[in-house]
């Protein structure tokens, strides 16, 4: 069941293309003159291609739980992009 009032989009992603280099980074926010960094995957989400950012709380979880699984693969950590607002 999806809470709407807490996702704003549910989706299945193949597991490769979370552990994939090529689609991680750190999503930044600046807010003042302090900036946070998120671990950042961009997973394409349907047939068409479509791609989302997925980074914040959930991108924090799957980062933590690729590394516990010891399924993460070396990326470049100094890949920072603006997160997606």
């Given at each position: 069941?999806?809470?709407?009032?807490?996702?704003?989009?549910?989706?299945?992603?193949p597991v490769l293309d979370l552990i994939n280099?090529?689609?991680?980074?750190?999503?930044?926010?600046?807010?003042?003159?302090?900036?946070y960094k998120s671990p950042a995957f961009d997973?394409?989400?349907?047939?068409?291609?479509?791609?989302?950012?997925?980074?914040?709380?959930?991108?924090?979880?799957?980062?933590?739980?690729?590394?516990?699984?010891d399924w993460s693969v070396e990326w470049d950590?100094?890949?920072?992009?603006?997160?997606?607002?």
């Amino acid at each position: 069941m999806v809470d709407h009032a807490e996702s704003s989009l549910v989706f299945r992603v193949p597991v490769l293309d979370l552990i994939n280099p090529a689609h991680r980074y750190y999503a930044t926010v600046t807010r003042g003159n302090q900036t946070y960094k998120s671990p950042a995957f961009d997973v394409r989400v349907n047939e068409t291609g479509e791609t989302v950012t997925v980074w914040g709380f959930t991108g924090i979880v799957i980062d933590r739980i690729l590394e516990w699984l010891d399924w993460s693969v070396e990326w470049d950590h100094n890949d920072k992009r603006p997160a997606p607002l």
